[in-house]
């Protein structure tokens, strides 16, 4: 699916240092079969080419974006403006305030330009690519299928834990 289609889900982030986390959402798109592309786009280094990302995202196909970014993140609120697409913003952890700075400016969002913020660093990936799946799940019911079929896996293995 992966190879045949045109991306669902956008995945950008403001530096190449941010992929080691923002992996996991690539990697869990892949796991549920989702088409999707990753891209490095700065709100501050590139501005141009990510407002043009943004805005050519419904014409290109894309149905929720995925933005992480670190310090002063405005990487997510950015690219919100330029598009109505759901938006959701990673916080990335950083090493003078431990994300706390990329947490609040992309949480913080001003009524009006909407972008949901999932936790910091890796689990936030990886939630927001859960988080896309369930939203394109809504109009797929084998995407919601393979979701259900996610979180019955999660509970198995809960449930099966043992402890000393
Ligand atoms: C942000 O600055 C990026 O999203 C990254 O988290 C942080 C540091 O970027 P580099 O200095 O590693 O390129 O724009």
Known sequence: MRTMSAPLVGIIMGSKSDWEAMRQADEVLTQFDVPHE????????????????????????????IAGAGGAAHLAGVVAAHTVLPVIGVPMQTAALGGLDSLLSTVQMPKGIPVATVAIGASGAANAALLSVAILATARPDLRAKLEAYREELARQIGGATLP
């Open 38 to 65: 990753s891209r490095v786009l700065s709100a501050h280094r590139t501005p141009a080419l990510t407002a043009e990302y943004a805005s050519g995202a419904i014409g290109r196909g894309l149905q929720v974006i």
